[in-house]
């Protein structure tokens, strides 16, 4: 009886599924019917206007002057997929770009005087969307630096002080990664995956794998993609246009100017110190956020320089006008 039962219950299930699915597609045939009758015009504008197409990729390529075997299939397909994923995730990609307005001119200016080729500026950009976020694993800043990796490099990182979030600082940081990451590989494409993935463990797979470059390795699939994430947004920041990004110039962020105060002392209350500058509190963290509370201890007597907007600049207007000039 309970079997008969069962069988019954499935008979009725089923019926009711597809009674479901036929009124889903007719009701939807029947909608889309009824707005094509009520607004042909916008109906066809849509159906003409509205397409998503595949992406032609390029015949060469290159990373930091070192060529991209963009005629392996399996090269090509991966940078597909990542040229397809900013390009189709339009905002993100839109802020982007927004964003690289305003940090790339300093993080260029670094990576001359270190020497380090300028494609390596995309790395904080696919790292942190150039903002100062703060990873599971607890990498810090643009750059996502490890709390023991950034004091290796010389960076401060303290409860008051943590220079993961000072920009310029951080980028010297990274450069020092980078020459000791060349002078091991002898590539600036392994260079650049050691950032992501540890000097230790991209030689280790180098042997293992019996390789001698990066797009011969298997690698974890952040690693397997960190290259070509990188090349993607290569791509598409050097001809936003081409791949249907459309910007005018008011519409990009710019660099805020400002002027540095020396500070050797303690400092009591952050918020009292940015009044005596006609500034606020948060207008005094935006500039500096590597001030990690609203006092500073500082009972070694340490210089450091903190950033003060210029006065008005946190008019967009000014600031789009000073940047025009």
């Not at 079997?3 to 699915?21: C, D, M, P, Q, Y």
């Not at 090509?76 to 995730?89: G, I, Q, S």
């Amino acid at each position: 009886m309970i079997g008969k039962e069962r069988t019954v219950f499935r008979l009725v299930s089923a019926l009711i599924t597809v009674g479901l699915i036929f009124v889903f597609v007719f009701g939807l045939g029947f909608t889309s019917n009824k707005e094509e009758e009520e607004d042909p015009v916008f109906v066809r504008q849509f159906r003409n206007d509205y397409s998503i197409y595949s992406l032609n990729l390029p015949d060469s390529l290159s990373f930091a002057g070192e060529r991209v075997p963009v005629d392996y299939f399996d090269v090509r397909e991966a940078l597909d997929r990542e040229l397809l994923v900013n390009t189709y995730w339009q905002s993100h990609s839109l802020l982007l770009i927004k964003r690289a307005n305003r940090y790339f001119p300093m993080i260029e200016d670094i990576l001359e005087k270190n020497d380090i080729p300028e494609d390596f500026k995309y790395i904080p950009l696919i790292e942190s969307e150039l903002t100062h976020s703060i990873s599971p694993a607890g990498a810090v800043g643009f750059w996502q630096f490890l709390e023991g990796t950034a004091k290796d490099y010389g960076l401060e990182v303290n409860s008051q002080v943590d220079e993961r979030y000072n920009l310029e600082k951080s980028t010297a940081a990274a450069c020092e990664f980078f020459k000791d990451a060349y002078e091991k590989f002898d590539s600036w494409t392994l260079a650049a995956a050691a950032f992501n993935f540890g000097r230790s463990a991209i030689d280790r797979q180098l042997k293992r794998q019996g390789a001698d470059n990066y797009y011969n390795l298997i690698l974890n699939e952040e690693t397997a993609r960190y290259l070509y994430r990188i090349l993607s947004m290569k791509l598409i920041l050097n001809d936003p246009g081409k791949y249907g990004f459309n910007l005018r110039e008011e519409d990009l962020y710019y660099p805020v100017p400002y002027r540095k105060v020396k500070v050797d002392t303690t400092v009591q209350d952050f918020a009292e110190f940015a009044e005596q500058f006609s500034i606020n509190y948060k207008q005094l963290k935006i500039m500096n956020p590597w001030l990690r509370e609203n006092y500073l201890k500082n009972s070694r007597g340490k210089t450091y320089h903190i950033k003060i907007p210029k006065e008005g600049y946190r008019d967009y207007q000014k600031l789009f006008t000073h940047h025009k000039q």
